[in-house]
């Protein structure tokens, strides 16, 4: 017999829970305000009563208990036994029949080393089989790289579209998109794929650190290092390429430049987007996803993009 789970999933929404999972949203995101707070309740409700799915997680033992008694002193939330993740899909359709668009997912700050989106994300899959679910479909910041580790490399996700400025003030009010273009990538995730399965059903993940594919000429960008120690655009700058893959280097820590300056992040987005916007236009898809390290430690996240069969042969 293996070891208990550290993490405990709930399939199901509880009536008592729903305040919690409004709660620990704004924890999350940081947020205030009446829609910030009451739409949120709503979506929650909505999802798992239009055959949708809440997932929620609690702590099995991740802290022990001396640990989150520590913690509940700064914080009385957490002497309870209060979610600690949680993940929302809506049911939806359209002319290539049904799947689940994943709203929304958020994993305790206190939380985010321990792997508790790992085991949404395995529940989910799971909960999709069951269901008949084949895809699902969400969007995510393209320079947040733990989640194109984890939706990319991990989840075995491909994307091919991508919206400028996604999201309407009414969602934006947050520390991480405030005063900035809310870009993000439109995710697909083909349940039923050989690659998926072989991730989730075998373990088998492709070499994260494997540069071997890129070379100066199919790499179409560049970030570099200011004097502060902060990410910004080089002076590469590659369109119109047609070799495949290729490769769209983003920052390793957005948040950190987000914090510095929020203009010097804006042009950095501005930069990358204009990128994903060119190249998946003209038939490439996002299929992998790869960090190289540089011999000074510096890590440098990037996006492997290949072109669709179909496009090859088209002068775009």
Known sequence: ??????????????????????????????????????????????????????????????????????????????????????????????????????????????????????????????????????????TYDPLVSRNGYIYIHKMGATVSEIGFDYYSAVFTSDEFNRGISTDRLIVEWQVNSARVKERFEKGILPPLHDTSEMTEENTVNEIELDKQGLEKPGDKLLFNLKTSPLFIEIPFNQDKLLKADRAKTQALRDRIRGLFMHYLARGYVVRGFVVKKEPDGRRRPFYRLERETKFQSLDL
């Open 1 to 138: 017999m293996g070891d208990k789970p550290k993490v405990r999933i709930e399939k199901y929404l509880r009536g008592s829970v729903l305040n919690d999972v409004v709660e620990l949203e704004k924890r999350v995101w940081n947020k205030q305000g009446y829609r910030e707070v009451n739409a949120p309740m709503l979506y929650f409700e909505l999802a798992y009563l239009t055959n949708g799915l809440v997932l929620t997680a609690f702590d099995e033992g991740l802290y022990t208990k001396e640990e989150r008694a520590e913690m509940a002193k700064a914080d009385p939330w957490y002497a309870d036994d209060h979610p600690i993740g949680f993940l929302a899909c809506f049911a939806d359709f359209d002319r290539r029949g049904h799947f689940w668009y994943g709203a929304r997912m958020g994993v305790d700050r206190r939380y985010w080393d321990k792997d508790v989106a790992d085991a949404l994300l395995k529940i989910l899959y799971e909960c999709a089989l069951e269901r008949d679910i084949g895809r699902i479909r969400w």
